[in-house]
């Protein structure tokens, strides 16, 4: 199978796993101690579990994204980005 068939190249799979990682964290950060009708956890407020968390997996998915979009440059558009047009 050719270089040329792909979808997605070395550099694109390797943005995507990043962004899942990201992602990953991001509901790592979300887990708080859970609350019942005997216990009541203050922990599911916190800043962490509220703000930071879903912040984290918002950019974790935009990265995502400009992984899937992203697009590897050839010989010919890097010599032509360089002004040495053959």
């Not at 950060?29 to 407020?45: G, H, K, Q, R, Y």
């Amino acid at each position: 199978m050719s270089k040329r068939n792909l979808a997605f190249s070395k550099i694109n799979f390797l943005l995507i796993a990043v962004g899942m990682l990201v992602v990953i964290v991001g509901f790592l950060l979300m887990i708080t101690p859970s609350s019942n009708e005997t216990v009541f956890a203050e922990e599911i407020f916190s800043a962490r579990a509220i703000k930071v968390a879903p912040t984290v997996c918002f950019a974790g998915f935009i990265f995502v994204i400009y992984g899937i979009m992203a697009k590897e440059k050839n010989e010919k558009e890097e010599k032509e980005d360089n002004g040495n047009i053959e």
